[in-house]
């Protein structure tokens, strides 16, 4: 039986299917490979082994795209508008921030559609293979299903892989699974349910061997492999709205509605009066200019460009803008936990030795710390012998920082670094104590015996060191060393009972023990495992963990305090997943500090149908062993339960979860391309602490966009209902469509954007996520924004009347009305610095472009009022004391009264409980 196709599904799982069935249903013949006749027409058959990009909107249609938005189409019309009434240079304005806005918007998308092509780069490699009996060097590319390729340390592997047989391989799965330590493999078949990190027989695409060689055969190339899977994985998780977009766009097509519906009744309206047509219609034009808010859109991405600038400082690098706003809506953190919340650095924590425990301090490849025993009082001599072993016995190198700037860094398997730094923190040199005690002989690690020995000089004889599992060790020791490094009679109960208890606090546990070369064989160099069958003395056991950040304890700290829940999904063990949300004190029901934690499994999280994983999803803190498909389905779950999620993480498979979520978060600097790409942010300094300041300016950033809104609604809704009143009892209109367009377009850019610097409000981060299904503006903003409205009518309306019964000209008239909504703007401007706070108790000078921007908004009013060129342009006119004493009353009014009522009315309340 063969296989026709590289996605055809063999009769069962290839991880559990023998080395010699999987050969023989490919049809090859494993000593020799295909020849290079079948070879090229397999490729012709199934195609290269490359991974496939989705086609791509060509760049003139995403560039169109851009302008294709509610609030875009209003700025468009306003430029149709102001250019119909000949208003050339304001229509070129409107029209140039039309232009500007959507060149911002086509840079940070262009960026986003290299995803799939970053992780098609991830594939690039070559590949030693067999054809027709001879070893050959080619292009990954051109592999096909039956080639048989080879394998060895340093190999990235081509593709997805049966193993046919294997020496000592290990292969380091971190971006598939998240596992910290790499996998040791064999040729071995496994249950057909296996997950992917226990699939000991298989190999996949864009692993890496870090030890060890094999022989392999082709199982699946392109998109067939785990990473093409991921790649349309990634394809159908497509692009979401944001809170902000989904918000904005909603807001916009009520407010297209509502301006196009008063424009039409006051056509009608004026019509049924008996009005020319001519006029009601420039009088309707009015009032549709008077109510499209120009600026806000600008202002939109202005006020995100300035988050992006502030969080950049933060070292996190917004790609998409709308991401910025979206960090201040998160209510579920999803992250990944090697290299996101813990170091990706093993490390010692803990060590038994005569009887005896000990804590090690520190964390990472740094040999910075001591060791701490329990009790206190200096290290033993047991301890000592058991770090001497972790030392000697041991292949990895720990580089030290260079000049370059590089930190502390490993050579070889980060577990034997782990005990190279637990030595060097109590003293031990690795150099000194390989120069003391050469190595002779070695049986390196290997998965049936569990354990590696090094024979070493010792004086004028040698001695053994042994390193592995509990289990194993133990079964080979009759003594152990006492605290004083005598050796008394082993108590293998207890070193069980120690092991297990490390276990359980989610460490991986190694013994250590030493022998003496048997009498007469002291000179001879050889070793055999009949040598370490028996007869050795325990020294002791150290166990370690990838530790989290000390900066990730306290981040997920903060982010309970404000309200966000944090979930950890790895495709780690669940006792080690465990251990580390118990040590970073994850929320939720699941996981206390300091009590219990339960983690869900991903063969747990199979059995639970959709209708049921919403819940548990949100009830759930540890998620283990989990693969990219469920990481994509529990992200989806907590977003059908109304949360706002954001993902982070650094792997290959963490890509389609990174791109699913509301914003996806991935690491700079370990971080696969990939991920990066599919993300909306990169943390800079990969540090989960950095994913609590940008909330915190997330936050911050639609604040301000929600005080600019509030800020500028009631301006177009007083002109609008001016223009409708006048319209409704036929009189002259108290502001042309040009001083509308006057009004809006230099208070947005003089007053309305200076929101945009304004400093988060204290306790920001102390109140609850804003509840997604709230709208932008609450009720208490949305009656504030009517009444100021409806004052400014008054005021401007009232005021333009007093001035013709006064005797004033039209034009002054107009001028003081203008005036009117300037002023009171400006005053309201300070009342916006916040919804609930008075301007005394922020500060005058707390945001001091604000007071820039008022004293600019100034002399641009004094140059419409006085100067005659602006006379001359806009139909103003001169006006006097009394009149300018009357405006700043209006003004003041119009402040106080918001002051009173932030007193009197208490604010609704827009966020979750917690």
Partial sequence: MHLDTASTTPPAPWHSLSAEDAARILGVDPGRGLSPAEAEERLLRHGRNTLPTRPQKSALLRFLLQFHQPLVYILIASGAVTALLGEFVDSGVILGVVLANAVISYIQEAKAVRALTALAETMTTEASALRGGRNVRLDAALLAPGDVVLLRSGDKVPADVRLLSARELRVDESMLTGESLPAAKDAAPVAGDAVLADRRGMAYAGTLVVYGQARAVVAATGRGTELGRISTLMEAAGDLETPLTRKISRFSHLLLL????????????????????????MASVALAVGAIPEGLPAAVTIILAIGVSRMAARRAVIRRLPAVETLGSVTVICTDKTGTLTENQMTVRRLWAGGQGAAVTGGGYAPEGELRPDGGGPATEAMRQCLLAGLLCNDAVLRAPDADGQPWRVEGDPSEAALLVSAAKAGLDRETAQAEAPRLNELPFESEHQYMAT???????????????????????????????????????????????????GLRVLAFARGERPAGREGQGDLEHADVAGGLVFLGLQGMI??????????????????????????DHAGTAVAVGRMLGLSGPSCTPGGGCEALTGAELERIPDAGLTARAREVS?????????????????????????????????????????????MGRAGTDAAKEAADMVLTDDNFASIAAAVEEGRGVFDNLVKFIAWTLPTNIGEGMTILTASLFGVTLPILPVQILWINMTTAACLGLMLSFEPPEAGLMDRPPRDPARPILDRTLSRRIVSVGLLLLVCAFGLFEWELLSGAGVAQARTVAVNVFVLVETAYLFNSRSATRSPLALGFFSNPWVNVGAGLMLLLQLAYTYAPPMNALFSSAPIGP???????????LVFFAVEAEKKLLPAQKAHRSP
């Fill in 622 to 666: 540890v998620f283990a062993r989990v693969s990219p498909e469920q990481k994509l389905r529990l992200v989806r779950a907590l977003q059908a339960g109304g949360e706002v999620a954001a993902m982070t993480g650094d792997g290959v498979n963490d890509a389609p979860a990174l791109k699913q979520a509301d914003i996806g978060v991935a």
């Fill in 455 to 505: 024979l070493n000089r010792q004086g004028g004889g040698a001695a053994i060191w042994l390193k592995g599992s509990a289990e194993r060790v133990l079964d080979r020791c009759g003594s152990a060393l006492a605290p004083d490094g005598v050796p008394v009679p082993l108590d293998a109960a207890t070193a069980h009972r120690e092991a297990e208890d490390m276990a359980a606090q």
């Fill in 258 to 281: 509502g301006i196009l519906a008063l424009a039409a009744v006051n056509f009608g309206l004026g019509l049924w009066r008996g009005e020319a047509a001519a006029d009601m219609f």
């Fill in 546 to 571: 990838d530790p989290p950040r000390a900066e990730a304890v306290a981040a997920v700290a903060r982010c309970r305090r404000a309200g966000i829940m944090v979930k950890m999904i790895t495709g």
């Fill in 882 to 892: 009394a009149q300018w004493a009357r405006i700043l009353g209006a003004a003041l």
